[in-house]
């Protein structure tokens, strides 16, 4: 099982930037998948979520409004796009795999993760 996060970089307040992560063949294409994010020094909290079909979405309020998860079932690929990134959504993105067909919010309910990708937003 393997999730390649990918996009991270150095993005300006208030611009725009999109993350995705791909998954080998047939990992997680019945399960919910979802962002997470740990900043230094701060616990890794969830930040979106996707279910198996992309038919439901779920955000924290942090990001809700701005930010949109997505995926291509074809390209076995999740988005997050970033809008109106804020200098707090600085932080490591990780993407992982649910045990479910949905993204439910706690972190011990996903098996597989990837190796995340650093997001910094200057202010």
């Known amino acids: 099982v393997q999730l390649q996060a990918s996009g991270g970089g150095l993005v300006q307040a208030g611009g725009s930037l999109r993350l995705s992560c791909a998954t080998s063949k047939r990992t997680g294409s019945n399960n919910g998948m979802a962002w997470f994010r740990q900043a230094p020094g701060k616990e890794r909290e969830f930040v979106a979520g996707?279910?198996?079909?992309?038919?439901?979405?779920t955000y924290s309020d942090s990001v809700k409004g701005r930010f949109t998860i997505s995926r291509d079932r074809a390209k076995n690929t999740v988005y997050l796009q970033m809008g109106s990134p804020k200098f707090e959504d600085t932080a490591v993105y990780y993407c992982?795999?649910?045990?479910?067909?949905?993204?439910?919010?706690?972190?011990?309910?996903?098996?597989?993760w990837g190796q995340g990708t650093l997001v910094t937003v200057s202010s």
């Open positions: 996707v279910s198996w079909n992309g038919a439901s979405t």
């Open positions: 992982a795999v649910s045990r479910t067909s949905y993204s439910p919010t706690a972190s011990d309910q996903y098996n597989y």
